[in-house]
């Protein structure tokens, strides 16, 4: 398989009108291209995932940030709720993330 056909599944597999689904597109194609696909579909699926654990410190981090600059506190109910569903939003891009290279694996082997 090439890079080309890969980063074609994946654009035929993502929906661009859900922001979990274009998080997961955009390192899905930054992975394939850096590691060539043939590399990328061998690579443990922990070192791939890892990636995501920078994302969501990223995340979270600069809400809270953002949060405590505007209003002085973060512990509200509101905010902590904001904060959650972040957290489950990047669970939701491994989760995307995850299927899409399954597809790719699967069409790779025929």
Request: net charge negative; aromatic share 6%.
């Amino acid at each position: 398989m090439t890079n080309l056909e890969a980063i074609k599944i994946v654009s035929s597999q993502s929906d661009p009108e859900s922001k979990v689904s274009a998080i997961a597109s955009v390192f899905l194609k930054e992975d394939i291209i850096e590691n060539d696909v043939n590399d990328w579909i061998k690579m443990p699926m922990h070192r791939l995932l890892a990636q995501f654990s920078a994302l969501s410190e990223d995340s979270a981090s600069s809400y809270i940030e953002s949060v405590i600059e505007s209003e002085g506190e973060f512990l509200s109910e509101e905010h902590l709720m904001d904060l959650s569903e972040r957290y489950q939003d990047v669970i939701q891009t491994m989760i995307e993330y995850i299927r899409i290279r399954s597809i790719i694996i699967e069409r790779s082997e025929r």
